[in-house]
Structure formats: C-alpha cells, structure tokens
C-alpha cells in the first residue's frame, strides 16, 4: 500500500516565524509531488510543485529529497492569512495518467 | 477559480439510499478523480476516469461507482449509504500531472 505521510500538527507559530513541514512517501517510483493548501471547508487549492532542484515562490520554498524519499515546505516570514491546512501530493503514474495520494494534512495557526 | 464545478453543494440523505454527485471538469481536461475526504483527514481516492475509461481505484467497495461522459464531465454514484459515507466529496480534473478541485459536495447520511 503507498503512504503518503505528514505530522497533524498543528503547528502554532506567530506572525513573521518560519516554520517547515515534512512529508514522507513509500513508494520510491513517484513521479511527481506537490503542497496544496486547504482552509477550512474549502476545496484544496494548489500551492506549488515540488522539485529535486528546489522550488521558489516568494516566501515559500519545497523541496524534494528522492533519496530519503520525502518532501518539505518551508514558509518564511509566517502571516495570518497563511492559517490553513497543508497538503502533500505524490503522484504514480498509471497508464496514460496520474494517480495521486494525498497526506492527511498538517495544520499550520499563525497568531499576532 | 479552477473552473470545476459540483453539484449540489450539500446534501442529505438516510442509510439505505442512493446519491448521484455530479462534477464539471476543466476545459480541455480529460482525467477526472473523485475523493472522499472525512473530518481532519486528506482527501481519500476513490477512482479514476481517463477519456470515459475507469483508470485506477482505491480502497473503496464495489456500491461506489463513476461514469465519464464524452465531454469528460463525471457521476459518482453511491448505493446502499452507510453513516461513514458521510463526508466531502471533491472531484478534481487534470490534463497531466496537476489535479485542479472544484468545491465538493458535502453529503450528511442520516
């Protein structure tokens, strides 16, 4: 069974904090990884792809470890609005097509 | 916005019933997924349509079941509910690797 794994947190951190999550998969033929971010009771939306060269997009970076099998986010500079759930993706491919697996989500609460 | 649209929004129903949920892909997307997401979980696959054909399935029993139209829009198909299938239930279209979501439908069985 592949398992895509995150801690729950949730990660309370204040306002300008940086704070990393983590995310470990299983299986080692994943082809591609992504964050997508949640808030609550919303549809998730997608936050960035993930790459072994490192991906930038202003105060967040990810970055894929193939060799230790695991993903991370790193969020600089924390503000409130970025209070959400985060969510890694790894992707298998299949047939002409994707299947991806989701994490079960880590909480992130930024407070004043 | 994503573009993918589901309907209805909400919905309830009692154990023993059927539910039809409805999903609008992307323009020009032809793979739909279809999950199941519980409270303080990630969203759980259900299966896969790749141009109309079931392409990959999770762990779910043979009472769910999908369909892919010719203009790639979906049905997920619920029989016999059970008081666990309540839950949101996001269909998501892609064309390659990127799964774009619409809002979900949030199904309460009684």
């Known amino acids: 069974r592949k398992e895509v794994e995150q801690d729950p947190g949730p990660f309370n951190v204040p306002e300008g904090a940086t704070v990393a999550f983590n995310c470990t998969y299983s299986?080692?033929?994943?082809?591609?990884f992504f964050w997508y971010r949640q808030d609550c009771r919303k549809e998730p939306k997608l936050l960035m792809s993930?790459?072994?060269s490192g991906n930038e997009d202003g105060r967040f970076t990810a970055q894929l470890n193939r060799a230790s099998q695991y993903i991370s986010l790193l969020i600089r500079d924390s503000k409130l609005s970025d209070s959400a759930t985060y969510l890694c993706?790894?992707?298998?491919?299949?047939?002409?097509?994707?299947?991806?697996?989701f994490g079960r989500g880590t909480s992130l609460i930024v407070h004043p | 916005e994503t573009g993918v649209t589901q309907s209805p929004t909400h919905l309830i129903k009692t154990r023993g019933q059927q539910v039809t949920l409805r999903c609008s892909s992307q323009?020009?997307?032809?793979?739909v997924s279809w999950y199941q997401q519980a409270l303080g979980q990630g969203p759980q696959f259900i299966f896969q349509?790749?141009?109309?054909?079931?392409?990959g399935r999770g762990n779910f029993p043979p009472r769910f079941s999908g369909l892919q139209f010719p203009n790639y829009s979906s049905e997920l198909n619920v029989n016999a509910l059970e008081l666990d299938d309540s839950a949101l239930y996001l269909c998501?279209?892609?064309?390659?690797?990127?799964?774009?979501f619409g809002p979900g439908t949030r199904l309460l069985v009684l």
């Open positions: 998501a279209s892609s064309m390659q690797e990127t799964q774009y």
């Open positions: 299986n080692s033929a994943s082809q591609s």
């Open positions: 993930v790459y072994s």
């Open positions: 993706v790894v992707n298998d491919r299949t047939g002409g097509s994707y299947i991806p697996t």
């Open positions: 323009s020009g997307h032809n793979t």
């Open positions: 349509y790749y141009r109309e054909e079931e392409n």
